[in-house]
């Protein structure tokens, strides 16, 4: 099946600072989604971007089909953007999604 | 508000016990998913219904059980034969199969079992 990779597995910050997490995979995708996992466990969705550029306020995710990555950009870090950070992938062939580990930023005052 | 329930939120079980993890969903979704995270892994997946009475294995499904008797309920039977069945397991929902185009999956806030 396809494999998800995220990098780098952690990431501390100053706040103010910007950041790029990368999510690479191994099989062109049907479906890619970017989450935020928030400290009591709950992922709540960022992105839904199989291909191309989005943005929402200060996060904005882009995903090169061909070249099987997809990037999720923070600027101005504030403290509230601490967490995981996971993307998932899923590849039109059987309905699942496959989740990397994610990324672990702190975001410092 | 529109979303997904999981309860309880802490659940302690004995070895030897089984346990049920619910999970309701009011957004009008066909397709619900069961979820188990570990420390350092990547959510890895139980079970999936994508229609009422119907459910299929995920990649880790030994050791648990699902029914999918109403389109708004999908609870998560955790049996004794679980070897290790201490995790954080989320539930999720989407409007319809995720190979079509747009369709986004949704989480609950999960639910944390710990075998004691």
């Known amino acids: 099946g396809i494999q998800v990779e995220q990098s780098p597995p952690d990431l501390i910050l100053q706040e103010g600072a910007n950041s790029t997490l990368r999510c690479n995979f191994s099989?062109?995708?049907?479906?890619l989604q970017w989450f935020h996992q928030n400290p009591w466990g709950q992922l709540i969705n960022l992105f839904y971007?199989?291909?191309g550029t989005k943005q929402n306020g200060r996060l904005s995710a882009t995903t090169v089909a061909t070249e099987r990555y997809s990037l999720l950009y923070i600027s101005s870090s504030q403290t509230t953007d601490s967490g995981v950070y996971v993307c998932?992938?899923?590849?039109?062939?059987?309905?699942?999604?496959?989740f990397g580990k994610g990324i672990t930023l702190s975001v410092r005052p | 508000d529109g979303g997904i329930t999981q309860s309880p939120k802490y659940l302690f079980r004995k070895e030897g016990q089984n346990v049920t993890l619910s999970c309701e969903q009011n957004?009008?979704?066909?397709?619900m998913y069961w979820y188990r995270q570990d420390p350092g892994q990547g959510l890895r997946l139980i079970y999936y219904?994508?229609?009422?009475?119907?459910?299929q294995k995920g990649d880790i499904a030994e050791g648990y059980s699902v029914s999918r008797e109403k389109k708004e309920s999908f609870p998560l039977t955790v049996t004794s034969a679980q070897k290790n069945p201490t995790a954080f397991y989320l539930c999720?929902?989407?409007?319809?199969?995720?190979?079509?185009?747009?369709?986004?999956?949704?989480f609950g806030e999960g639910s944390w079992l710990t075998v004691v």
């Open positions: 998932a992938a899923e590849t039109g062939a059987n309905s699942k999604l496959t």
């Open positions: 219904s994508q229609i009422v009475n119907d459910f």
């Open positions: 971007i199989p291909s």
């Open positions: 099989d062109s995708v049907n479906n």
């Open positions: 999720a929902s989407s409007i319809g199969d995720l190979i079509l185009a747009g369709n986004t999956i949704y």
């Open positions: 957004l009008n979704h066909d397709a």
